[in-house]
């Protein structure tokens, strides 16, 4: 399908972001075990999202100035002395909890940095008519690390802390190998040389947002994205707590290990698929249909319904995401590609962190008070899908799922559709040059 520099590159990807996966697992439950304090455990996951979140606009702007093999080569080794004096304190006994916050955050600005000059870098390695293809092969890393607590877990009750990390050392340094030696197109990781006197990093930095407005339906595209990880971010931070609220641990490990087959497969049939042909009209029906997956979580206390319906729901995501990001990169201008998907990545990582901010105070302020026995909607809603407990979580989640199909139609509103029907931006005989290059060497 594309080209061997893709698939090494992918792979390697694939590898240290497991790794990373893996680390954040087993850092997280020495931090729990250590401090007993579930708003240090919260922190670690703030440590990660923010810094992350900040650095994905000045990530494009980068991407688009400087030479990406270096890119990348830089974030594998600043990633790889950070573990490496991970690993030190922690044989030194003199591991802290804020010098995990440090690492969590210095790993997530790397990996950010890699991942949005990585998806610069797709529609220079792969033929034009294999990008969604690519794309959808590019989901298979996220939907990997599912599977990282399981494995983490077990290497952790074997290895202890020390061997989780040196793992993940090993990840990087092996990433860290095929990044800087494997072959790559010229046109894929050397970018036009800054001209003498022009525009500063931080001035271009708003070039990717001016980018999208300047093509019509992409910020429509956009918000619609937002919305859509918000209510996945809300799906994410309930659906453990709605399911021990009428299952028990097992189950939910069961329920956990049936929505990462969905993801994956979703990543699978994406690769193998290449999304829909009319793109803006998949991500329209696949958003509709997730939300109706998701809605239906909400309709009785069921181990079995939410292990049944959850795999739908996560089937969508790579869909969705991989098909937009095919839009995205076809429709502007290569030159500002990285700083089009750093916006892309900012957006969608802004609604996440709201999302986990929210969901736990509304559903234990509000919607739970409501759904109980006798709590305001006992008598109307509590008719469909139950009162007690976990039953105001159901009721986020039947809202959060017809907010879904609310924005599957908004997708499919013409004002969005002309983003489909925009100019080609990225030209065959980049792409096909690329391939050949890439064949010759």
């Known amino acids: 399908m594309g080209t061997r520099g893709f698939v090494l590159l992918w792979s390697a990807q694939l590898v240290s972001i497991v790794g990373s996966a893996l680390t954040g697992f087993v850092l997280g439950v020495w931090t729990y075990e250590r401090s007993g304090s579930a708003t240090q455990f919260a922190l670690i996951m703030l440590s990660g999202a923010i810094p992350a979140l900040l650095i994905a606009p000045f990530a494009g702007a ?12 830089a974030a594998d080794c600043v990633a790889l002395a950070s573990l490496g004096a991970l690993a030190l304190l922690i044989d030194a ?23 949005v000059t990585f998806s610069a870098m797709i ?34 009750a074997l290895t202890g802390l020390r061997g989780v990390v040196l793992i993940d050392l090993v990840t990087f340094a092996a990433s860290l ?43 429509g595209l956009l918000g619609v994205l937002a919305g859509f990880y918000f209510c996945f971010g809300i799906a994410g931070t309930l659906v453990r707590p709605l399911v021990l609220s009428f299952a028990s641990p097992a189950g939910l490990g069961f329920q956990v290990f049936a929505g990462g087959c969905g993801l994956f ?13 009319k793109r803006m009209r998949g991500i329209a029906a696949f958003m509709a249909f997730g939300g109706i997956a998701l809605a239906v979580h909400a309709l009785a206390p069921s181990l079995a319904l939410v ?33 089009v998907m750093a916006t892309s990545r900012a957006v969608s990582q802004a609604a996440s962190p ?55 139609c908004l997708a499919a509103r013409p004002s969005l559709r002309r983003a489909e029907d925009l100019p080609d931006l990225l030209e065959e005989p980049v792409a096909v040059a690329a391939s050949r290059e890439e064949k010759g060497k």
């Open 265 to 277: 497969a979703g990543s699978l049939v994406m690769g193998v698929w290449g999304g829909p042909r």
């Open 177 to 219: 190998l095929v990044v800087a030696l494997v072959p790559l197109p010229g046109a894929a990781v050397r970018t036009a040389a800054p001209e003498p006197g022009g525009p500063s990093i931080w001035r271009q930095v708003p070039a990717g947002w001016a980018e999208l407005r300047r093509r019509p339906g992409l910020t």
């Open 62 to 73: 980068l991407a688009d100035r400087w030479h990406r093999r270096r890119i990348l080569v």
């Open 93 to 115: 006994d003199q591991l802290r909890t804020w010098h995990v916050y440090v690492v969590t955050a210095l790993t997530a600005m790397c990996g950010t940095l890699q991942q």
């Open 354 to 408: 709201v999302a986990y901010l929210v969901a736990g105070p509304l559903a234990d302020g509000v919607f739970e008070p409501l759904m109980r026995p006798d709590g305001a909607l006992a008598g109307s809603v509590g008719r469909l899908i139950g009162t007690g407990p976990g039953r105001g979580m159901a009721l986020m989640f039947l809202l959060a799922g017809l907010l879904l199909v609310v924005l599957g």
């Open 307 to 339: 292990i049944a319906i959850g795999p739908f729901f996560l089937f969508t995501l790579p869909v969705i995401t991989g098909t937009a990001q095919t839009v995205l990169q076809s429709k502007v201008d290569p030159a500002n590609l990285g700083k």
């Open 123 to 156: 529609p220079l390695l792969v033929p034009k008519q294999h990008l969604s293809r690519a794309n959808g092969l590019s989901q298979v890393v996220f939907s990997a690390q599912i599977a990282a607590p399981v494995v983490a877990g077990t290497l952790l």
